[in-house]
């Protein structure tokens, strides 16, 4: 959600994605129940990076490797600055149980965020990024 409105500084964007989180549709003309997905950061970077306008597939695919580097790369690095000076707070559940702990901010150093599922996790890397 921090990157959507990094991007667009749309909070009806970010409200949609908001809305998605433990979101199920539920239809009772095929009587089934599925659980939606969030949008995670690469789904926003691809809703944005994608023109889906432009119909030569060349053209697409260096259109959205351009918007990576000018907007997408920028993009994640504020969302990564102002969690490492403390300006948005995150919380998470230290080894994925227990109780949700805030993540000091010298901690995001030593993190890499990857997406699961539509969700965001931030695992711990050694001095490599590994």
């Known amino acids: 959600m ?3 409105w990094v991007l667009s500084r749309d909070m009806q964007a970010v409200l949609a994605i908001a809305a998605d989180h433990g979101a199920v549709e539920v239809d009772t003309v095929a009587k ?3 659980e939606i997905r ?3 950061m690469r789904d926003v970077e691809r809703t944005h990076a994608i023109d889906e306008a432009i119909s030569d597939q060349e053209e697409k695919i260096a ?3 351009v918007w990576s580097d000018l907007k997408g790369i920028p993009a994640r690095r504020e969302v ?3 969690l490492k000076q403390g300006e948005l707070e995150a919380r998470s559940r230290r080894n994925g149980r227990g109780d949700l702990v805030v993540i000091e901010r010298d901690q995001w150093l030593s993190l890499k965020f990857y997406s699961v599922e539509g969700h965001e996790l931030a695992l711990p890397v ?4 590994q």
């Open 126 to 129: 050694d001095i490599n990024g």
């Open 32 to 34: 089934t129940v599925m």
């Open 80 to 82: 990564y600055d102002a």
């Open 2 to 4: 921090v990157l959507e």
């Open 63 to 65: 259109r959205a490797i």
């Open 38 to 40: 969030p949008a995670s």
